[in-house]
């Protein structure tokens, strides 16, 4: 059983879509293993998104996410983190699949609802990052 990491961002929780994007990913058969809804301070939104620091959008991209709460959860699943990428769609919500979060909850390239980790060795990283083994429920 393979595990991910996701947050629904700023703006999806702000719209009131946690909880129909929440209700989508049990749908989609993915356990989730922990949760919470946190703020994260622009040093923390840095800290995360460090892989981007050289992309042009970083500034845009770390204001955004410390911009108001997000929820944080680790998912569980056969093929976890490559299953839950396409789950969720394509990064811009324009080019997500038919019936993916991105599709129906982002609202462009930038605000696109919701992250998913792309590796195993992201999601361990970014697990790490929010919770403590303890916050992990067997
Ligand atoms: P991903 O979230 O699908 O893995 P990444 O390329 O890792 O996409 O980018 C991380 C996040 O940065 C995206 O989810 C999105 O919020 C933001 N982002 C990506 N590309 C752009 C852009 O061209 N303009 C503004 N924000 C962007
Ligand atoms: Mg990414």
Known sequence: MERTYTMIKPEAVADGNAGKIIARIEAGGYRIVAMKLTHLTQKDAEAFYEVHK?????????????GG???A???????????YRQFIGATNPAEAAEGTIRKDFGKSIGENAIHAS??????????SFFFSERELVG
């Open 73 to 83: 959860m680790v998912l569980e699943k056969d093929n976890c983190v490559n299953a």
């Open 69 to 71: 709460p997000i929820v």
């Open 54 to 66: 050289e992309r042009p959008f970083y500034g845009e991209l770390t204001a955004y996410m410390c």
């Open 118 to 127: 792309d590796s195993n060795e992201n999601a361990a990283r970014e697990v």
